[in-house]
Each structure stands twice: as C-alpha cells, then as structure tokens.
T-cell receptor, first 114, second 111 residues
Framework: KAGVTQTPRYLIKTRGQQVTLSCSPI?????VSWYQQTPGQGLQFLFE???????NKGNFPGRFSGRQFSNSRSEMNVSTLELGDSALYLC?????????????FGPGTRLLVL | TQLLEQSPQFLSIQEGENLTVYCNSS?????LQWYRQEPGEGPVLLVT?????EVKKLKRLTFQFGDARKDSSLHITAAQPGDTGLYLC???????????FGKGTRLHILP
C-alpha cells in the first residue's frame, strides 16, 4: 500500500498571502488529521476530518481551515500568513479515527513565511 | 501548560549503552503512543499502550505504561546509531479527545 503523501514538500510564501496544502491518505483510511510542528511548541493538533466532516479541532485561529473530499483526500488552508506560521505541517491518516487506531504520518510540508 | 512532559529533552550516548526516556503527566490517559521521527520525515508509530502497568517489547525497545496511566517510559538496550531520532509520546485523555503530543526527546547515539 502506498503511504500518506503530502504536496508540496516545500513552500515559501510572504506575509499576508494564503496557502493550500494537500494530503492523500492511505487507501481505505477515512480519517485525516493535521498537525503543526515547530521547534518551540512541538507537534500541535490542528483538526481532524472523518468522512468529510470535521470531527475535532485544536486551538488555532480561524485563519487555519481544512476540508476533506469524498475520496478522503484532505486540504488545509492558511489565510493571511504570519511569520509565526512557518512550520512543518504534517498530516496523518487512520482507518477509523486518530483515537481508534494507529495514525500514519506523511513526510510533511515545510512552510517558510518571509 | 504542557500536558505531556518528556525528559530528557536531549540525550547523547555511546553505542552499546542503555537508556530510558520518560513521558509524564498529571492527567490520566486512556492510551499512550510512542513515535520516532527522523529528519525530513513524519513520525512513525512504534507502539500503543492502553492498560495500566502494561509492558510491550519491540526488539531492543521496552515500553511501559504506568499503573495509574499517567506516565510511560521507553527503555532502549544496547543503543545503536540507527536509534538516533526524535522520540515523541502522544495520547488522549478521553476516547473522543484530540491526540496530544509531548515535545519529544532528541536522542543521538554516537558510533
């Protein structure tokens, strides 16, 4: 089985721009979770989608949003980028949800905001 | 407030030595997971522990979940350079809660 794929792998944006990141889960997995990883804060949960519905949400501002499509692929969007949004964005898929099974992570998208 | 505290933050030891890293909380967790992350990659799940007092072994790695389900430890026997990486613990307090991660222990094994 192919693993979790994320595109793009690297991205450079400037403050005020917006960005869309994509995640393709493992075939058959219905849950996709998104995380932000920074050296200072570690891995922080953004949100989880299951069967196209947001199941859980972390403590991030409304500039961070996501969606999931009928084929389980997911996108996250960050609007009005700030310098502090520079981070590694990871997505993870699981068959029945992050709390009910193992999570499999993608390699991440490294976002640099200038 | 960090709900899952990992210690030490950094550890550098010689190949062949044994080591233990810790994941502690003041809260009870329904399950805890341990991941290893290498540079440029996402975390890879090593183990999930769900029962207080549970011990799981994965080759030279031994994982233990505390009796009260508030803490966990990872012991590596005869560390090898391939064990180098960032070790993360993660868990959820209730079944429907989001997963919380610790900040990790960065382990470096010197050949």
């Amino acid at each position: 089985k192919a693993g979790v794929t994320q595109t793009p792998r690297y991205l450079i944006k400037t403050r005020g721009q917006q960005v869309t990141l994509s995640c393709s889960p493992i075939s058959g997995h219905r849950s996709v979770s998104w995380y932000q990883q920074t050296p200072g804060q570690g891995l922080q949960f953004l949100f989880e989608y299951f069967s196209e519905t947001q199941r859980n949400k972390g403590n991030f501002p409304g500039r961070f949003s996501g969606r999931q499509f009928s084929n389980s692929r997911s996108e996250m969007n960050v609007s009005t980028l700030e310098l502090g949004d520079s981070a590694l964005y990871l997505c993870a898929s699981s068959p029945m949800g992050s709390n009910n099974g193992n999570q499999y992570f993608g390699p991440g998208t490294r976002l640099l905001v200038l | 407030t960090q709900l899952l505290e990992q210690s030490p933050q950094f550890l550098s030891i010689q190949e062949g030595e044994n080591l233990t890293v810790y994941c502690n909380s003041s809260s009870v967790f329904s399950s805890l997971q341990w991941y290893r992350q290498e540079p440029g990659e996402g975390p890879v799940l090593l183990v999930t522990v769900v029962t207080g007092g549970e011990v799981k072994k994965l080759k030279r790695l031994t994982f233990q979940f505390g009796d009260a389900r508030k803490d966990s430890s990872l012991h590596i026997t005869a560390a090898q350079p391939g064990d180098t990486g960032l070790y993360l613990c993660a868990g959820n307090m209730n079944r429907d809660d989001k997963i919380i991660f610790g900040k990790g222990t960065r382990l470096h094994i010197l050949p």
